[in-house]
């Protein structure tokens, strides 16, 4: 093995163009791809920057042609050489208009044939990828998506400390908490029996700060979770952590919008409108069930229970009775495409969402073509489509059940279709917020309430003196999501800021004041010490980048991701432990027979 002794990098490869015809330059980098014509190699020299053609002739250097004839894949070089125009230029390649004569090359590193290819279109399992991520992080677009995170956090940081937020850091070893997902408890050898937990988020740490009087903080920071992962979901993940004193929503959300302009123009040279629309928690769900609705497209919900309680079909008519709802949606001029296979395929998907089933209807030169048109009279039929909107050649599809379940079952199905549809417009980006959260949601598994966001959301000011009353659903929060393409890519909220007020939010979830005290009692001691109003918001880095980057999920923009089980295959985290280090920290594992 060579080493770099007396050479020097010039650039990087993908730096090279006409202008530097004529340059004497070093490059550094992997053995993309070898091509030997006989009196010449051709290499394919790859660098973080890109790739570039490298040319071993062995009239201009013997030894370093005769080194490259030995070269293999991902080998790693040093080469020195001039750059000159190619003949045979390559338009797929930045690249693609000059190439690098070598006249010197020293092999760094050999390489054993990668289990991987190492090039975007692969087609190499998932799985596969995790164990030699290392090898996968070479490919040009990780490598992108990983430089794309690393401009976006530069650009976060350089607005928000233009506007006068400072970057605090705060513990990763604090005290559990009880409301939320699972925490990650670590155990302590120095008092021996009790645990730390992992941060779900810096929520309590940045509201003491507002208490201090730091008036503005922020941090990129890593949050840990213990639950059960969803298709994209990680077990520690990056936020952008943002508090502020003195603010309303309508501060917090300025100063955001601003930061996310400035992020899509730097990254991306888009311009995006401000201010974001907006829309209430209870518009989101009316119109499209869900409260991250993707408004690239339509397909707005329409609620016909008025039109159908005294129908014909039982099922309409008695879910509209009882206080449940019937709504639709309207597939605009798309009665051919969706063919009765189509539709069941629908139906199940709707089902998995606990509906009992999906009606539908298309609108014909003849008439209604529905298996349920049979029992509605000709008048009601004609209401429907008029309350549709529809027209010859429309779709329409229904859910009739209670409300839960209508919103999530014909938004997945609202999804499904416009997925088929190619309805989403990969190249928009569409940002909205979304308010009025409610204050409380129904935990049917324990019987109680639990927060919708967090117990330190303040409510809506008329609705503060409800919080010990019997109605708590309809409490509306003072919480703010940012929603981007049916994303959800941020979460604030104005806070309690009065001792008092939080004490009945802790007594409305069903905490004593002693377990509240227990619990939070440094919070609580904290607000009697004059506490400014403050608010704040939390973007998920990962998810942004994900999508700046149009990338499939989030394992695509971090660097060393978990598997869905939380498993890094790579290292094999996580392991059992030497027993020598259990016994330091007084725990003794014990394993359920599972065979």
């Known amino acids: 093995m ?34 030997n014509l006989g009196g010449l190699v051709f290499v394919d020299l790859r660098d973080r920057g890109g790739i570039a053609q490298i040319v071993f002739d062995n009239d201009v250097s013997k030894s370093a042609f005769e ?11 040093a080469i020195r050489g001039k750059v000159f125009e190619r003949q045979s230029k390559n338009s797929n390649i930045p690249t693609g208009d000059i190439e690098v004569f070598a006249e010197e090359i ?36 990780m490598q992108k998506n990983l430089m794309l995170r690393a401009k976006v956090a530069n650009v976060v940081r350089n607005y928000l400390t233009d506007n006068d937020f400072c970057e605090i850091e705060t513990p990763f070893l604090i005290k559990p908490t009880p409301e939320g997902a699972r ?21 309590l740490y940045k509201q003491l700060l507002m208490v201090s009087g730091m008036d503005r903080y922020f941090q990129i920071v890593k949050c840990f979770r213990d639950e059960d992962l969803r298709a994209d979901r990680q077990p520690e993940f990056t936020q952008i952590d943002c508090e502020m004193s003195f603010v309303d929503e309508n501060d917090v959300m300025e100063i955001m919008e601003g930061m996310l302009k400035k992020i899509f123009k730097e990254v991306l040279d888009r311009d995006i409108v401000t201010p974001f629309p907006r829309m209430t928690f ?30 014909g079909f039982k099922v309409f008519a008695e879910c509209a009775k009882e206080g449940y709802s019937v709504r639709g949606i309207n597939v605009v001029g798309e009665a051919d495409t969706f063919t009765r296979k189509a539709i069941t395929h629908l139906e199940d998907h709707a089902k998995t969402y606990k509906a009992k089933g999906l009606a539908w209807m298309k609108i014909t030169d003849e008439g209604v073509t529905s298996p349920i048109a ?48 190619n309805l989403a417009d990969p190249d928009k980006f569409n940002l909205l917020w979304v308010t009025e959260f409610p204050v409380f949601e129904e935990d049917e598994e324990n019987g109680r309430f639990i927060a919708k966001h967090h117990p330190f959301t303040s409510p809506m000011e008329e609705d503060i003196d409800k919080l010990e009353g019997d109605d708590k659903l309809k409490l509306r929060a003072r919480a703010y999501d940012i929603v981007l393409n049916g994303y959800e890519i941020g979460g604030g909220s104005i806070r309690i800021s009065d001792a008092k007020v939080q004490e009945k939010m802790f007594r409305a979830l069903g905490l004593s004041d002693e377990e509240a ?47 869905q089980n939380a498993v890094c ?17 007084s725990i003794r594992v014990s394993l359920e027979d599972k065979e």
């Open 282 to 311: 209870a518009q989101a769900m009316d119109k499209y069930g869900s409260d991250k609705p993707d408004t690239r497209y339509g397909l707005e919900f329409v609620n016909i229970s008025d039109v159908v309680k005294n129908c």
């Open 2 to 35: 060579d080493t770099i002794k007396g050479m020097k990098r010039t650039c990087y490869a993908g730096s090279l163009r006409l202008d530097d015809i004529g340059r004497e330059v070093v490059l550094m980098g992997w053995v993309q791809k070898k091509r």
């Open 67 to 77: 080194k490259a004839e030995k070269l293999g894949s991902e080998y790693v070089i």
């Open 106 to 141: 020293r092999v760094l590193n050999e390489s054993q044939t990668p289990p991987i290819y190492i090039k975007d279109d692969d087609e190499v399992g998932e799985a596969l990828r995790l164990k030699y991520r290392y090898l996968d992080l070479r490919k040009p677009k």
């Open 374 to 421: 049979k029992f509605f009279s000709e008048e009601e039929l004609t209401n429907i489509q008029n309350a549709m909107g529809a027209k010859t050649g429309d779709l329409l599809l229904f859910v009739a059940d209670k409300d839960s379940v209508v919103y999530d079952s014909l938004g997945q199905v609202r999804i499904a279709v416009a997925d088929k549809l």
């Open 517 to 563: 005290n227990n619990k939070f009692g440094y919070l609580l001691e904290a607000f009697k010490f004059g506490t400014p109003p403050h608010g704040g918001l939390a973007f998920g880095l990962d998810r942004l980048v994900m999508l700046l980057a149009g990338a499939e999920n989030i394992r695509e923009v971090i660097a060393f991701p978990k598997n």
């Open 569 to 585: 295959t790579m290292t094999n985290a996580p392991t059992e432990a030497e027993s020598n280090q259990l016994e330091e920290l």
């Open 183 to 203: 925490d990650y408890l670590v155990p302590s050898r120095v008092n021996p029996g009790k645990f730390y937990a992992l941060p779900q988020s810096p929520q």
